[in-house]
């Protein structure tokens, strides 16, 4: 078995919480976000971008979630913005992962937005195969219409993911996964 496949079949995400600095340094992102480009993309429409959060540019796009958040809610307690100003702030880094397709091409948009997925997983994958702690995540605000204008997303786009970033404070232990029996058949005739 090669080494890739070895890794893959024990790979685990690092929770954001079991993150802290340093984060990978600005040739590291460029590298997870090569193996984000390089994924299969039926038509070659690179329907997706990414966009890198770090520094105080987590604290200015925190400000932004708690405003935010407030507007979603406006019984929330002054607490519970404070925990959405700093979302960004638990992980050294964050890279957006932007959907964009062009639902008129022939190319089914539902394989466009397919591609993005692909784009994140290869860049979860890269991060943790160099050692990083990484969390693919949404939350409620890749979903929010004020934090996308923000993030500078046009009309259409949508948040595939944040990819969370950083050094591991605690190894994951392993997950329940589900039975291979359950997931897995071997099609031999039509169904009844
Ligand atoms: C599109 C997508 C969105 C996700 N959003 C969240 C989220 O908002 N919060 C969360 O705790 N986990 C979220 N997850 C799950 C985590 O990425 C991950 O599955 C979990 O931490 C265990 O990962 P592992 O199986 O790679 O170890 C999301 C996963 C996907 C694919």
Known sequence: MTELSEFLLKRRSVVVRNMEEPGPSSEDLEKI?????RVP?????TPWRF?????EAREKLGK???DAFRKENPDCIDEQVKIEEERFVRAPSTIAIVSRTNP???????EQILSSGAACQNMLTAAL???F???WITEWYA???DVKTALGLESGDRIAGFLYLGSMTDAPSDRQRPEYEDIVSEWTEPAA
């Open 64 to 66: 932004i979630l708690g």
């Open 129 to 131: 195969g160099m050692g």
């Open 104 to 110: 008129e091409h022939k190319i089914p948009e539902w």
């Open 143 to 145: 979903y929010n219409d």
């Open 33 to 37: 976000m090569r193996a984000g480009m």
């Open 51 to 55: 966009i890198v959060i770090r520094g």
């Open 41 to 45: 993309d039926h038509g070659r429409l």
């Open 133 to 135: 702690a990484a969390q």
